[in-house]
């Protein structure tokens, strides 16, 4: 099911009055949707070629701090323009916005028209041409959990954050009458997004309070991706439009379980699974093993993909789902990796490290880079843990802090010759400035803990 709209029925939609606004967006170094809103039909005279944009929006923060210290952009570069150019494959409807579609764009070099090298899209694209290269499609899919509050952001950030009340009142998961209390908003993302031409499977209630998951069917490489950065906008554009916030942050309460973003994949030669063996007693081939060794071997550099903030370290709890030793098991929640689809077509690989907060397009690159250079490496699977592998001794532990996340992806050799050297020294910059910006700020915690005590 791709994006539901071609340019043709874009400008007949525009003819017609049915649309009237074209969203031209690109994922920014967060993940996020950055553009423009464009009269339609400007968009379908012209702008459908090409428009433009500061190339500032890959060197900031979360804030949109003009972060110094990049290569790619800053004040003694004058910040100058990107080419946005609209990627026509990804138009699509917006049902929740009035009159409105939205398209995809790709970040070119305003002089060269060369994809920019630290955009997230060229990054996962780059990845996907080198398993091309090597004969394989990357087939993947995310599950996205988040948290959805009684009260509106604003409402919310009024309240500095205080007393933050989750739509439910105790755990749903997997509850069909609990859920059923949240149905108002929840049935109203699903069937928009399904509206946008994003095959959404189902959601559920999670294991926390207020705690949601949605699937969408999984895809290539690069759509899947593209319909992560939709499916979380439009959660908070429908939440929003409800009265609701959502959260996609990794952990918003210590006393609560985190939200995750598991990522599945598998590769693919045509319509053949490359990853089955009916020989094999798992229905594993010898090149999902070295694909699952490639990541096992290299977890610990691209942890910095999947939890790239100082608050994604917060969800590696043990005993709430997310995992903290970086190995493999059959059908395990407590492993990092865990095999699923067992001596099945639908064999693959789920790596359940990333929390929700994860670039998906970053995520997906690394998890691809560190799987090829397995095979290209031959590694050799290495045993799986099986039981409680929160309790397993002397095996890989998943990164503890962004510190040591930033500092191993900063030396990583398989990272560095996957993405450039370029890629990685910026990526690993904006952790840099995240942890300045976290050591610097005095947070409630230290208050309470030593204001009288100290």
């Given at each position: 099911m791709p994006a539901n709209l071609t340019f043709d029925a874009l400008k007949k939609a525009v003819a017609s009055g049915e649309i009237d606004t074209v969203l031209v967006a690109f994922p920014d170094m967060q993940g996020r949707l950055m553009g423009k809103r464009f009269v339609a039909q400007h968009f379908v005279d012209s702008a459908w070629e090409e428009t433009h944009c500061c190339n500032y929006l890959l060197a900031v923060d979360v804030e949109m701090f003009t972060v110094p210290g990049y290569k790619s952009a800053g004040w003694e570069k004058g910040y100058g323009d990107y080419t946005m150019k609209p990627d026509l494959s990804t138009l699509r409807l917006v049902p929740w916005l009035e009159g409105t579609a939205l398209c995809l764009a790709d970040l070119l070099d305003h002089h060269t028209h060369e994809e920019i090298a630290v955009s997230p899209r060229a990054i996962l694209k780059r990845q996907i041409a080198r398993a091309k290269a090597m004969g394989f499609d990357a087939m993947m899919a995310t599950e996205l959990e988040f948290f959805l509050f009684q009260d509106s952001y604003d409402a919310i950030t009024d309240r500095n954050f205080q007393d933050l009340k989750p739509l439910g009142r105790h755990n749903i998961d997997y509850a069909i009458f609990g859920t059923t209390k949240e149905e108002g908003v929840m049935r109203a993302i699903r069937n928009g997004l399904w509206g946008a031409g994003i095959p959404i499977e189902n959601s559920k209630g999670e294991a926390e309070v207020g705690q949601e998951e949605i699937n969408a069917k999984y895809s290539d490489a690069l759509d899947t991706c593209d319909m992560h950065a939709i499916i979380k906008n439009g959660v908070k554009e429908i939440a929003f439009r409800h009265g609701h916030a959502a959260t996609f942050m990794a952990k918003y309460d210590h006393r609560r379980a985190g939200s995750s973003s598991h990522v599945h994949q598998s590769l693919w030669q045509g319509s053949k699974p490359a990853f089955r063996d009916e020989k094999d007693p798992h229905?594993?081939?010898?090149?999902?093993?070295?694909?699952?060794?490639?990541?096992?071997?290299?977890?610990?550099?691209?942890?910095?993909?999947?939890?790239?903030?100082?608050?994604?370290?917060?969800?590696?709890?043990?005993?709430?789902?997310?995992?903290?030793?970086?190995?493999?098991?059959?059908?395990?929640?407590?492993?990092?990796?865990?095999?699923?689809?067992?001596?099945?077509?639908?064999?693959?690989?789920?790596?359940?490290?990333?929390?929700?907060?994860?670039?998906?397009?970053?995520?997906?690159?690394?998890?691809?880079?560190?799987?090829?250079?397995?095979?290209?490496?031959?590694?050799?699977?290495?045993?799986s843990v099986d039981g409680d592998v929160y309790n397993a001794k002397r095996v890989r532990e998943i990164p503890h802090t962004l510190v040591e996340a930033a500092a191993l992806a900063n030396k990583s050799k398989m990272l560095r010759a996957a993405f450039g050297d370029d890629v990685v020294d910026h990526y690993v910059h904006a952790a840099h400035w995240e942890i300045e910006e976290q050591n610097r700020v005095v947070t409630d915690w230290e208050v309470k803990r030593g204001f009288e005590r100290l």
């Open positions: 229905g594993m081939s010898d090149l999902m093993k070295h694909y699952v060794a490639g990541q096992l071997a290299y977890a610990r550099d691209f942890t910095l993909m999947l939890a790239p903030y100082i608050n994604s370290y917060k969800r590696f709890v043990v005993g709430m789902f997310a995992p903290t030793k970086a190995v493999w098991s059959l059908d395990n929640r407590t492993a990092g990796f865990r095999v699923c689809g067992e001596n099945t077509k639908a064999i693959r690989v789920e790596c359940r490290i990333g929390g929700a907060d994860l670039n998906p397009y970053m995520a997906c690159a690394a998890l691809l880079a560190a799987g090829l250079a397995g095979i290209e490496e031959k590694l050799a699977l290495e045993k």
